[in-house]
């Protein structure tokens, strides 16, 4: 049975030339209109104890919840077929890998502290992310969230 290490929500993902795995966290989703869309990447690592079950089929979902509790997005079950990155070897008897979903022109409605829920093969995990507004004084300067 997979289950989910890391969950980052991240504005965008990439591979080094030596295949290493970038991310950009997003502490604060700064879009310049609520409502508006907003497009952001969702990162995650996978491990599975058992090396025998580790190329089995699994399931995997993703929810996006607002700050009232309302659905902003529902992947709905999609079926995946693990192509595991580091495999068994006699020390370690672990499969793991990593992946990552773009999601495009999320509906953000409404200013607040938003979550994501993963759940893969009955396992889940949640992250929550605040949203508001970019304004004038944090759009020149500091870009690290402080006020300018």
Known sequence: MWEIGYLIVCEDVGKT??????????????????????SFYIAFSLFNKDINKSK???????????????????????????????????????????ADIRLNNVELNIEGVYEVELIIDG??????????VKNKSNQQGATDGRKV
């Open 123 to 132: 396992n889940s995990k949640r992250v929550k992310f605040p949203v508001k």
């Open 17 to 38: 030339s030596n295949g290493e795995l970038m991310m950009k966290p997003i502490g604060v989703m700064s879009p310049i209109n609520i409502p508006g869309n907003y």
């Open 56 to 98: 089995e089929d699994g399931v995997l979902r993703f929810i996006v919840k607002d700050p009232n509790n309302g659905v902003v997005e529902d992947s709905g079950d999609l079926n995946f077929n693990p192509i595991p990155l580091n495999e068994s070897s006699d020390e370690h008897e672990l499969a793991t890998g990593e």
